[in-house]
């Protein structure tokens, strides 16, 4: 993976880190933290899907990879709209798993960049899951 992507990613964790941290030092309500953590996670869920709708207009595979393109989006809003019960942030930190295991199996990337590509998003979801199960915690 280019230096740049991973950088990005790595970039990406902040907010996932900041918003428990934040708590931690009274920079922050809990309540603001867990709503700011969840507005980022949903957000961020919803550019997972992107990656899908772009793959399967680019491969022209126009069937179910484009339907479920829409998932990450739709769970994410639902998230929002639900957002005082703090289980959302469980089918939030599950379905990051969920994506990354549906981009395993279909993602058109040469076989050399789909292994770096999959390395990397297990490495930043595996600290995605921790931090949704530390706001979790903090919220319970």
Known sequence: MPYSVVLLGVAGLIPFLAMPIAYSFNL??????????????????????GIHWWDSISNQRYGKQMYIAMFPSIVGWLCLVFSHDPKTLGVLSLSYVAILVYDKFTLSLPKGQIVSYISLRIALTSVVVISHAWMIYLIT
């Open 28 to 49: 922050l309500s809990l309540t603001q933290s867990a709503i700011y953590f969840m507005q980022y996670s949903a957000v961020l869920l919803s550019f997972f899907g």
